[in-house]
């Protein structure tokens, strides 16, 4: 592979004009993620209601491949429930993971990340959004109305 | 032991120690060079300032140490630990040459830079230092020359002072003088930048740190690998240094200390080796250097790190410094010539690295690209994240130099540079 390959233009648009890049005045869900390898960091703000992903936002700095990864994923989540969400997450993280598959029906515009995989020192740098989303919805009560840093995750 | 016979050969040599440096002959001692990375490209290797490449010497002295004389050092009576010992010595020997010093027992084998510093931070400033304090160190540092004064200074309630540099990149000489005061004990800095390429001023500071009776402790990590060190000149109590950035191997590096320092510290880490007589309450040490050389050393390391410090000085560090000065500024000028390149360091004359961002482009998607053409580099902080936030970026894209690399390496640097800013529509 090539990276011209890898840098399609719909990673190059999304980490040129990300999507849901703001912070959320009121949200139900906050987590942190951070790679102190490279140093990329993500907040993400989630607003849970009925069960259902109304809104998600992101705030923070990385790379295109990081960048492109947490502008679809917020694309992608917004609207779907809490199980659909979850089945989301293991869906892009199993396509990365060793001998993972893509299941490009569930994955969708998702599969652009697919090439990741072969450069194993930036397969973090996708999939970090994926675990601060997972963290968000899933992690103990974030909820709690003073935890305003909410929870953190670090990739080693 | 037969005190005079060698028992790991100097280098063999096949380049001219004349005139320019012969980098094709040179370039044929490194067996990695010839290695064919992604997508079928030869390979680019730029980042000598993360883990410089062996010379086929040092790689077969080691294996030449460990096929014929692989015993432990100074507790044997039979041939061979006796040669071993022989061997272990030769390296101290060798380093010490390197370092133009002339008391081998002041040459402690340690793990790597990181290791010498701790030892120089617990061993004298626990038991010198007391509350209130001060260590002066600076915002260029590496981590392994700040994170152990912030542990020590958390232990005896210590100052950290650090000194700032100039918009060029460059410590802020007046800011030293300021911050180097009376209450300064210890004053540690780093020769050569790992990401800039800056030499600071060592005499100067020294000279400040001596005005007010402190300690100067030289993390000599990326000047070790690429210029004449010579102690004997060099006004410091510490000097410490890591084998794997000079041609050697992981796992071996030095601390050389001010005997009379060395002397009277205690020691760092404590078991076998380091002592003298032990019994079952308390024990009694060895003399410097085994003091501080607890347990068995990596023997195989320090015979490769004296034959690549050998190796280095065969080639003559004055000449590697010119050959790798006109590299750089040839890496300059082609970046800058590209346009949208931002440099580190509004510096005249840099060392060992260049660091710098294509506008637009995170530096770790430089590192890939660059790495599919074949071009080994290093992107993120390089261990000196203080640094980054004093540059006032996050990251950066390093690329560093050795005395194997040539015009050609650089060619292929710029070309894959173009390609990442085609790919990014830049």
């Not at chain 1, 840093?149 to 080693?156: D, F, H, N, S």
């Not at chain 2, 077969?60 to 010595?89: P, Q, W």
């Not at chain 2, 701790?118 to 392994?144: F, K, P, Q, T």
């Amino acid at each position: 592979m090539t990276l011209k390959d890898l840098y399609t233009d719909v990673i190059l648009d999304h980490y040129k004009n990300p999507r849901n890049r703001r912070e959320m005045e009121d949200p139900t869900n906050v987590a942190n993620g951070h790679n102190p390898l490279c140093g990329d960091k993500l907040k993400l703000y989630v607003n849970v209601e009925n069960d259902k992903i109304a809104d998600i936002s992101f705030i923070g700095q990385g790379c295109a491949i990081h960048t492109a990864s947490i502008s679809i994923l917020t694309e992608k989540v917004k609207g779907l429930t809490l199980d659909e969400a979850k089945e989301l997450i293991e869906s892009f993280i199993g396509m990365l993971i060793e001998n993972g598959e893509a299941d490009e029906d569930k994955l969708g515009e998702l599969v652009v990340l697919q090439g990741v995989k072969e450069l194993h020192a930036r397969v973090k740098c996708a999939t970090l959004p994926w675990y601060t989303l997972d963290l968000a919805l899933f992690g103990e009560d974030v909820s709690a109305e003073d935890d305003i840093k909410g929870l953190e995750i670090r990739l080693k | 032991m037969n005190e005079s016979k060698t028992v790991v050969q100097e280098p063999h040599c096949n380049w001219s120690k004349e005139g320019p440096l012969d980098v094709a002959a040179i370039r044929a001692d490194f067996p990695v060079l010839e290695r064919i990375v992604r997508n079928g490209k030869s390979l680019v290797y730029l980042d000598s300032a993360a883990r410089s490449l062996m010379p086929i010497q040092v790689i077969e002295a080691m294996k030449h140490f460990d096929s014929n004389h692989c015993a432990n050092v100074h507790r044997g009576i039979h041939l061979l630990s006796d040669e071993a010992t022989g061997a272990y010595e030769e390296a101290r020997a060798r380093i010490a040459s390197y370092l133009g010093v002339s008391d081998a027992g002041e040459i402690i084998f340690v793990r790597n830079t990181t290791e010498a510093l701790n030892l120089v931070a617990y061993a004298w400033g626990i038991h010198n230092l007391r509350s209130g304090d001060e260590i002066v160190l600076s915002v260029m540092e590496h981590h392994s020359n700040l994170v152990p004064w912030q542990q020590i200074a958390k232990m005896k309630d210590l100052v950290l002072k650090h000194i700032p540099i100039t918009p060029s990149g460059e410590l802020d000489l007046a800011e030293a003088e300021r911050l180097i005061g009376q209450k300064t004990k210890i004053v540690s800095l780093v020769h050569m930048s790992n990401v800039i390429g800056v030499l600071n001023p060592m005499d100067d500071l020294s000279r400040m740190a001596r005005n007010v009776g402190a300690l100067f402790v030289v993390d000599g990590s990326q000047s070790a690998a690429h210029m004449h060190i010579d102690l004997s000149s060099l006004d410091c109590d510490f000097f410490a240094f890591s084998g794997y950035k000079m041609l050697g191997p992981t796992g071996i590096g030095v601390l050389w200390g001010k005997r009379t320092l060395l002397e009277e510290m205690p020691p760092f880490l404590s078991g076998g080796s380091m002592i003298e007589e032990v019994g079952l309450m308390s024990s009694t040490w060895a003399p410097v250097p085994q003091k501080f050389e607890a347990g068995t050393p990596n023997i195989t390391g320090a015979v490769g790190l004296g034959i690549a410090a050998k190796y280095i000085q065969r080639m003559d560090r004055n000449r590697t410094l010119a050959h790798e000065h006109n590299l750089i500024s040839y890496a300059v000028e082609r970046l800058n010539e590209l346009g949208g390149i931002e440099i580190y360091g509004d510096l005249s004359e840099r060392a060992s690295a260049i660091a710098f961002n294509i506008r637009g482009i995170h530096p770790h998607d430089t590192a890939s690209i660059l790495d599919s053409e074949g071009v080994a580099a290093r992107a993120g902080h390089h261990c000196a994240q203080p640094f980054h936030v004093a540059l006032g970026i996050d990251s950066s894209t390093r690329v560093s130099f050795q005395c194997y690399n040539t015009r050609t390496d650089i060619d292929r640097l710029i070309e894959a540079v173009i390609i990442a800013k085609e790919i990014f529509g830049l």
